[in-house]
């Protein structure tokens, strides 16, 4: 493996690798012009559409033992559904940047052999027809933990990007002072990243898990996070939002298979002294009226249950516990799309990508691809829909 992979030169990390072994001229300069059509192709925007459509989310549970495990189906996933926009979430890539020295959030990690053997696996992943055609962005944590993506067809150029929930209103800033400032912040873990196009923006997220226990990296923490991402919702009133990603958190009965299981659970038989922190960390009753709070003042509509309003209890979830031990069986909905209700009458469909026990369609993850398809602002919703 180390023979095969060369290093990769900082500046080229994002540049696609020939993967022939041994090229001759003539194959090569074919290759070039084959990819250089591919290449103006994919930034040409197709006529009946001025903006991005089609959706997928997908905690990813770690996107290289994906790449290495999984690409081939999730591949076909993303040939067969044609997203606009993929958001990855738990990336589980490290960012750039040495050891005791201040790390780069937006680049992957490759100082040493081993992660440029694990950038270059992931960067040839995406190098491949069907992803060819997107931008990417990274919000990375220091270590193999958490951290999102984004990836962009390259025909619908965000206006900006940036990767933290912080205010910004009443910062006496130019816009291009602002803008770079927002690019450079991120949000810790790399839990954030904020598209602006021209009539939304879009928020990928994972938000994080509320934990058993009373502590700074549990209850609190949550509490900190739905509080800050309530301020941030509500703020946001010039343009519609959608926010996709792993929200941990299943706002209803109807979103959990096992109600009863998820509200009595408990880790070594610990009981929080409040019992409105007791239970499954995404199914307490305090998270799940935070986030109706959040919904209701966020102005905000889950589109899988607007669409579905009756429980399926195959495909109605988007995680699903391990199939061996005392999980099996036991599902959550905790991956969502959320979007303005000025968009509401735009929602096609809104689709789980996996069901079963047995975790079909889940590509390798715990969590399954979750699809969101909008109609066109000028285009009649019924006219359009393409399940994933």
């Known amino acids: 493996m180390k023979r ?14 020939n993967l022939s072994s041994s090229p001759t001229k003539e194959s090569s300069n074919e290759e070039q012009q084959q990819q250089w059509r591919e290449e103006k192709n994919d930034t040409l925007i197709p006529e009946e559409k001025k903006e991005p459509l089609k959706f997928i989310t997908w905690n990813a549970n770690s996107f290289l033992l994906r790449v290495k495990n999984n690409w081939p189906e999730f591949t076909k996933l993303v040939e067969t559904f044609d997203p606009d926009v993929i958001g990855i979430q738990e990336v589980r890539m490290p960012a750039a940047g040495s050891k005791g020295a201040p790390k780069n959030p937006r680049e992957l990690k490759d100082d040493t052999s081993s992660s440029r053997e694990e950038k270059q696996i992931l960067m040839r992943a995406i190098s491949s027809p069907q992803f060819r055609k997107y931008n990417v962005w990274w919000s990375l944590a220091d270590s193999k933990y958490a951290g999102t993506a984004l990836f962009v067809k390259k025909c619908f150029e965000p206006k900006k990007v940036s990767f933290s929930l912080d205010k910004t209103g009443n910062l006496a800033l130019s816009d291009k002072i602002l803008n770079e400032l927002l690019a450079s912040k991120h949000e810790p873990d790399g839990r954030v990243i904020l598209a602006e196009f ?84 995404g199914f307490t009753l305090n998270e799940r009226k935070r986030f109706s709070t959040i919904l209701s003042d966020g102005k905000l509509i889950d ?53 079963g026990i047995e975790l079909e369609g889940f590509y390798g993850s715990d969590h399954c691809p979750v699809s969101l398809e909008l109609a066109d602002s000028s285009t009649d919703p019924s006219e359009t829909n393409t399940p994933l």
Request: proline share 5%.
């Open 303 to 355: 589109a899988y249950r607007y669409l579905h309003e009756e429980k399926d209890a195959d495909r109605g979830f988007s995680w699903s516990g391990n199939p061996i031990g005392k999980y099996r069986g036991k599902r959550m909905r905790i991956d969502y799309f959320l979007v303005s209700e000025k968009l509401k009458d735009r929602i096609v469909a809104c689709d789980m990508g996996g069901q």
């Open 198 to 281: 021209e009539s939304f923006r879009l928020l990928n997220t994972y938000v994080p898990n509320n934990g058993w226990k009373d502590e700074e990296t549990s209850f609190q923490r949550r509490k900190k996070w739905d509080k800050r991402i309530l301020e941030f919702v509500t703020q946001l009133c010039d343009k519609p939002l959608i926010w996709c990603g792993d929200l941990n958190v299943s706002h209803q009965d109807i979103d959990v298979s096992h109600p009863d299981f998820f509200s009595s659970a408990k880790l070594n038989g610990y009981v929080p002294p409040n019992k409105e922190d007791c239970g499954q960390p």
């Open 4 to 17: 095969f992979f060369q290093p990769v030169k900082k500046d080229e990390s994002f540049k696609r690798t």
